[in-house]
């Protein structure tokens, strides 16, 4: 009888498991399914998104990253989508693909996330939806998106780390810990590998924590020996993902102009200051109360730091929840300064809004913190106030794609590189007079084209 118990008992963890793991791969195909539909419908970028597809397209053509090709950033995201090139071959939806997995991924590490912070906690839908209305697929260059994985795949593994050494017993806890802190400092260097100032300020914000967290074997020693681990992690996936292909490239003294001498410049010339996005909300005279709220409700984004980094801030000092809760709180006060850090130096609503994922977990760890100290009354008022508040964002999220499929003004495209992708009928019309036009003056032999 007891041999049965034992194997029906197996039975019953092992069909959990696949059941959990089933809701998990759910919820991320409908997240991915989400997100490429989102940045499908959305259009197509021409500025970023077009010259993304260009540099791929460049590189299939046997050119260099740098030596033949200049790029701004870390080579990453054009190595993982080139892969992907090699399926679904040189074409604009390939890119929105790599959006998507990119937006489903964040999420779903949001959602990991949350369940270190609140184990008991099944789905966090409140964050699922705020996410998807603040921080959805929006067609850009692929480095943001991808970074911002990595960089939140950091604070995963740090906040695994704490766990760690909090919970498990110290012979246990010594091994699990540094197999954590090398995958920590393995997801930085994937962040530098993708854009290097995301890198460098992830590093900075990981050698924070291990500075600063206060834990039964924080002494100075294993402090520095703790970074010593990390910063190992770090510097080897660098050089395997970065460095190692620049140099088998022949491509040092390009890399050198294009991503760092120019970087320093776009810094110098690029900047968008902070509070400049905020005229719009200021300026109280506006064709429509409609407009100004629906401005002012895009804009909220600006607004997250204001709220989430003071409380955090408070939290760690002086407040609420218990002393064994506050090297969660450090970690997520690092990580909330470091999203800002990482938009610097244009704050703008299309960089900012890659802050949301690190905030919206200050603002679980502040909430976690925070709700012992209110009446439960007063804890679902203020959960219900969010889901109304969110309502017209996951109407417009949803409702938004739907309405371009279906209206009659956009166009799905034939031409090469854009098979399939959607287009206003200005922009169809302009390609397509534009095509014809290049073909004529190709086959007159009195034209001369010059391409660069």
């Avoid at 190692?244 to 040092?252: E, N, R």
């Avoid at 509070?275 to 401005?295: A, C, D, G, I, Q």
Wanted: a positive charge; one cysteine or more.
């Amino acid at each position: 009888m007891k041999c049965m118990y034992i194997k029906n008992r197996r039975a019953d963890v092992f069909f959990n498991f696949l059941d959990k793991r089933f809701q998990s791969f759910a919820i991320f195909a409908l997240l991915m399914g989400l997100g490429f539909l989102f940045t499908w419908t959305f259009g197509v970028n021409f500025y970023d998104e077009v010259w993304f597809l260009r540099i791929i397209h460049r590189m299939r053509g046997r050119e260099a990253l740098y030596r033949d090709i200049s790029f701004g950033t870390n080579p990453i995201s054009v190595y993982l989508t080139m892969i992907l090139t090699f399926i679904g071959g040189t074409e604009i939806l390939v890119v929105k693909f790599m959006q998507a997995l990119c937006f489903a991924s964040c999420v779903f590490l949001c959602i990991q996330l949350s369940r270190i912070l609140y184990p008991r906690k099944k789905w966090p839908w409140l964050l699922i939806g705020i996410l998807c209305v603040y921080c959805p697929a929006y067609p850009n260059s692929l480095y943001t998106p991808l970074g911002t994985v990595f960089f939140m795949g950091t604070l995963y593994t740090i906040l695994k780390w704490i766990q760690t050494i909090k919970h498990d017993n110290i012979e246990k806890s010594f091994r699990h810990s540094q197999l954590w802190l090398i995958w920590s400092g393995v997801f930085a260097g994937l962040t530098f590998g993708t854009k290097q100032n995301y890198g460098g300020v992830t590093l900075l914000a990981l050698f924070g924590v291990l500075s600063f967290v206060s834990t039964p074997q924080s002494h100075l020693k294993m402090r520095w020996f703790w970074i010593r681990i990390t910063g190992g992690a770090f510097l080897v996936t660098v050089l395997l993902t970065t460095v190692l292909p620049i140099f088998l490239t022949d491509s040092i003294n390009a890399y050198w102009k294009s991503a760092i001498m120019k970087r320093i410049e776009y810094i110098d010339h690029a900047r968008f200051s902070y509070f400049t996005n905020f005229h719009s909300v200021l300026e109280w005279m506006k064709p429509s109360l409609f407009l100004y709220v629906r401005n002012f409700y895009g804009l909220l984004v600006f607004i997250f730091p204001f709220v989430v980094l003071p409380l955090l801030f408070y939290s760690l000092f002086w407040g609420w929840g218990p002393r064994t809760q506050k090297p969660e709180v450090l970690i997520s006060l690092f990580w909330g300064i470091a999203s800002i850090l990482n938009v610097y130096p244009r704050f703008d609503f299309s960089h900012i809004v890659y802050s949301v994922p690190a905030m919206l977990i200050g603002a679980e760890t502040v909430w976690i913190a925070l709700r012992d100290r209110l009446n439960p009354f007063f804890q679902r008022v203020i959960l219900w106030v969010l889901v109304l508040w969110l309502c017209p964002g996951i109407v417009q999220f949803i409702g938004r794609p739907i309405k371009r499929v279906l209206v009659g003004y956009y166009s799905v495209s034939d031409f090469p590189h854009f098979r399939y992708a959607l287009l206003s009928s200005q922009e169809y019309n302009h390609l397509k007079s534009r095509t014809e036009m290049l073909n004529k003056d190709i086959l007159n032999p009195r034209k001369v084209l010059l391409l660069k």
